[in-house]
């Protein structure tokens, strides 16, 4: 356990990081951290209009503890603070669009202020998450248990064709609509939406096409795809009920869930992943997943009136 004080200096170990005292287990810098992570998900493969990376932590500061979340919100920070964290790593950027003011009277100047005063580095994997092999959707049917066949936008950069956004996937025996979205509701963390089911709730599921995050925009690549159905977030009036009415291609069922649940289990993966390179490593760092519910949606009444 870290002490109230906090940081020991210790010497240089050969893996490069600090040694902490009574301990033969080297203590490695944010910078090398930050390293590995860039590793797993290179910046360059971010989208042009993204905010990734390092927001906040001198890259000198020494990491005993890490703590992954999905949304960089006073709510998560206070949580890392009282966990005795050194960094923080999120899956949504803090500033997406740029800011102009850090100041403690905004809310997210708040944040910025809370983390610089307890020396909490925070790091953000966004779009180049949603496309690592393995990245966010993995993630997300991994949690349904569907076997993964491979991205539904393959990414061009990638001649392994492994990379992309989304995941095409199979069952291992099929089930129904209505039975897929049970499982999403009891495999995903519990939110006030749920899940939601879009089209034919006892048509037969064998493939099923999985986007964490906002996934209506990529109706075109389901559609190519063939599958029975597809599950993702986020998912408008408009784009909806003409993916259900196109039957060119078959029939699609959509089940929209909550944004935040379909991206929290990449938290568990990424998580994972640091864990194995600080034992590669041999580093002296804990890892831990949040499982404070930041979906902003806090009840849900079922609708009772009909129409005449």
Not at 14 to 30: F, N
Not at 170 to 190: G, N, Q, S, W
Not at 242 to 257: F, I, K, M, P
Not at 261 to 284: F, K, M, N, V, Y
Request: some cysteine; charged content about 20%; proline content about 5%.
């Amino acid at each position: 356990m870290l002490d109230a004080g906090g940081r020991h200096r210790g010497g240089r170990h050969r893996y490069g990081g600090a040694v902490r005292a009574g301990s033969l287990a080297p203590v490695p810098r944010l910078s090398e951290v930050i390293a590995a992570l860039n590793d797993l998900w290179p910046a360059e493969r971010a989208e042009s209009w993204d905010a990734v990376g390092t927001v906040v932590g001198d890259p000198d500061q020494e990491v005993r503890r890490v703590l992954f979340a999905v949304d960089p919100v006073q709510e998560i920070v206070d949580e890392a603070v009282k966990l005795g964290a050194d960094l923080l790593v999120t899956h949504h950027p803090l500033y997406l669009r740029g800011t102009t003011t850090v100041a403690a009277s905004t809310f997210k100047g708040r944040v910025v202020h809370t983390l610089i005063k307890h020396d909490v580095a925070l790091h953000v994997a966004h779009t180049n998450a949603d496309t690592a092999d393995p990245g966010v959707s993995d993630a997300l049917a991994g949690a349904l248990d569907l076997r993964v066949v491979g991205p539904l936008v393959p990414d061009a950069g990638d001649p392994a064709g492994r990379r992309g956004l989304g995941r095409i996937c199979e069952l291992d025996h099929p089930i129904t609509v209505r039975e897929l979205a049970a499982r999403a509701a009891e495999r995903l963390p519990a939110t006030a939406q749920g899940v939601r089911v879009a089209g034919d709730a006892e048509a037969v599921v064998r493939t099923v096409a999985v986007s964490g995050g906002s996934g209506d925009g990529l109706f075109d690549a389901v559609r190519a795809a063939g599958v029975d159905a597809f599950l993702t977030a986020d998912l408008r009036h408009h784009p909806a009920s003409e993916a259900v009415a196109d039957r060119t291609h078959g029939s699609l069922a959509l089940l929209d869930a909550a944004h935040w649940a379909t991206e929290w289990p990449w938290c568990e993966l990424a998580a994972a992943q640091l864990d194995q390179i600080s034992d590669r490593h041999g580093w002296d760092l804990r890892v831990h997943v949040s499982k404070t519910v930041t979906d902003p949606w806090t009840a849900h009444a079922a609708s009772t009136a009909t129409t005449s």
